[in-house]
């Protein structure tokens, strides 16, 4: 986990706009390899083993999905396609990757050097190599989303996602940031409009919408 992503995450048991402070016990660089982040409110601790931020309460038991390796060739072109869509060769700053895309988060981050991708779950296709500029964080189930709102440039879905989580991800965005929906559902581009963003495009492969200034 990139050390300064502690800034833009919230506390999911206080929610926003509760920040939480990182304790590091083994770090390379800026990257946190093990660790905890901790709520000065609720006194929770969430722990960072291997990179990976564990969101989820202690003892819930829940786990991340398995990788498929089969799904790497699709997760490679469906990476491209939001690279492009999201315009990540220019700028920087936090992506946003739901839980259903986190296997492509790797292919998005070789094509946004200057992002840093923030993963929201532990998936990875085992024959790709971690990259440097990929945060994962294991959310716990349901509630609301752990990030601060207004400081992510960029998001990503898939599919058809409920009115409140497109509002949840266009409130994690910057003004002008942009919400991609890879094979977006049939309520998709009226759940982006009705989150109060401006469509862009939209087609069968990506819908795409825009935060106003």
Not at 145 to 152: E, Q
């Amino acid at each position: 986990m990139l050390l300064e992503l502690s800034e833009v995450l919230a506390c999911p048991r206080c929610g926003p706009p509760q920040v939480m402070v990182a304790v590091v016990h083994e770090s390379v660089g800026h990257r946190v390899t093990r660790g905890f982040l901790g709520c000065p409110t609720c006194d929770s601790r969430f722990p960072i083993e291997e990179r990976v931020v564990h969101l989820q309460p202690q003892g819930s038991g829940e786990q991340p999905e398995a990788s498929s390796p089969s799904r790497v060739s699709l997760a490679a072109e469906s990476a491209m396609l939001i690279g492009a869509v999201l315009d990540l060769a220019q700028g920087s700053g936090y992506v946003l990757v739901g839980p259903e895309l986190s296997e492509m988060a790797d292919a998005v981050a070789s094509l946004a050097e200057r992002w840093e991708v923030v993963s929201l779950g532990g998936g990875r296709p085992a024959l790709m190599a971690p990259s440097a500029n990929v945060s994962r964080i294991i959310p716990p189930a349901g509630g609301s989303l752990p990030v601060l709102p207004g400081r992510f440039g960029s998001a990503a879905l898939a599919g058809d996602p409920t009115p409140d989580r497109v509002r949840q991800y266009a409130a994690a965005l910057r003004p002008l940031g942009r919400l991609a929906i890879v094979a977006p559902g049939p309520g998709s581009v009226g759940a982006m409009r009705e989150a109060g963003l401006d469509l862009v495009a939209g087609d069968e492969r990506v819908a795409v919408a825009s935060r106003r200034a």
